[in-house]
């Protein structure tokens, strides 16, 4: 055995045993979280975390590879047929189990049951599977995703064919954004079977899961629904603007792009006589990763998409964990496995994904080129973030190859009453408001010792004038500071 193979400390694949412990469940229940994932080595005679090995005397080490391999072989459930043998390091005998990765998940502890015997991996560790997992891995087993699972309800033909058009409809207005000039072909109900987002039984047509989700019922599943927030500083600690939108999801995929689009910087470039306007962030790599946050995420977990904007970046997080088999470092170069395999195939129809694995590639490129910082992808608990950085700079305006007979210098606009016709209450208010944009109205009346209405009748003043803009609902919305 290659003595590098095996000792670069305990990762998530390779577990370390000095013996064998008198409670076999210690090692078993890492055998069953190889199984459930992406298989893994259990090395017997070496002790974790210093390396040091101590190895097995030769009368004794077939005995103990056999306990090994028959107490895994008795206690689990799908049986799991581990492959142990003996290695020679430094004259001292090892062995090394390996437990391939399991086809009929979950593998679970035969005496715990499915639910308190189902164990699984998490960065580097071996855990009990809470109940969404342990769903995931019932999916898996039967090789299917929770998008193509068929309901008990039956649609008609007439309800099917209204889908088809709708989706038809929007492929077309996202193919004329996009500049697509090949026609856009119509699907109907054999498209919707064929990518599993109907079944058909002898009693009629039967949605899944993923029809649903096109479909918008959120009654069925209230947790499909994206959270979207725009806020003041790095932090969530004062909102500028918050929504929340429900209905089919591909439709909440531009609600939350537009969302974005309301609160981005425009950076304007005059280059000639033209003009071009181009959003600090680029807005076709955001487009996909909203979508691909629908495709990846879980809908088995009671958690929503969010997507938050603060000054220094935006954060889009989906619920799920990055499917064990996958890291970083390869979804970087393209590497994918999608979640939700029916409705992948109804977005790249509608051209809401360009391809498989595309999407994080191209973040990173379209970061580069326009000078940002490089985005981050972050597994945490339950959830897959993506952070892409802003500038860091307000809306500016770049001029190029001006023309000469152009004057250099443009008037400004100028407010409609300058500051020094301002009482000095309101300017009072104006000061609070440009240290905190999240004051109510409450909070000024208490502070400047004035009535409600005069308060109100302040703010009205300088709104109209152009001192003062409200941007967000009147629960979570900001005040921002113009002049």
Sequence with gaps: MAEQ????????????????????????????????????????????????????????IFAKQDAITNAIYDSC???????????????????????????????????????????????????????????????????????QLATEDVVTEEQAEALCERMYKHAKVVAERLGITEPVRRVGINQLLAWKLLVKRSDGLHPTNGYYLLDGRNDLMPYAVVQCGCFKGSTRDNFIDRKEFDGPIDNQIEEAYNFLLRHLNMETTIEGLYRKDEYELPVNTIRELLANAYCNRSYLAEKKIQVMLYNDRLEITSPGRLDEDLTVDELRTGVSKIRNK??????????????????????????????????????????????????????????????????KDEPKNEPKNEPKNLTERQRNIL????????????????RLSASKSTIKRDLSYLKDNGFLEREGGKTYGMWVVLN
């Design 5 to 60: 193979t095996y000792f670069g400390g305990e990762n998530k694949n390779i577990e370390y045993k000095q013996d064998i412990p008198d409670d076999h469940s210690k090692f078993i229940k890492s055998a069953v979280a190889f199984a459930n994932g992406i298989g893994g080595k259990l090395v017997f005679g070496v002790v974790d975390g210093t390396l040091e090995v101590t190895g097995f005397n030769k009368d004794e």
């Design 77 to 147: 459930e799908p049986k799991i047929m581990p492959d142990a043998t003996v290695h020679e390091i430094n004259g001292k005998s090892v062995i090394v189990v390996d437990i391939p990765a399991g086809m009929q998940t979950p593998y679970y502890i035969k005496s715990l049951g499915m639910v308190d015997g189902t164990f699984i991996r998490v960065s580097g560790t071996t855990q009990l599977a809470d109940k969404v997992s342990l769903q995931e891995l019932i999916l898996k087993g039967t090789n299917r995703s929770y998008d």
């Design 342 to 407: 029916a409705l992948a195939m109804a977005f790249a129809y509608m051209f809401l994904v360009e391809g498989w694995g595309t999407g994080i590639p191209k973040m990173y490129e379209a970061a580069k080129k326009y000078g940002l910082k490089e985005p981050e992808i972050i597994t945490q608990g339950y959830s897959f973030r993506v952070n892409l950085f802003r500038k860091g700079t307000k809306s500016s305006k770049k001029v190029k190859n001006e023309p000469k007979d152009e004057p």
């Design 431 to 446: 000061k609070l408001l440009s240290d905190d944009g999240s004051l109510t109205i409450e909070n000024l009346t208490q």
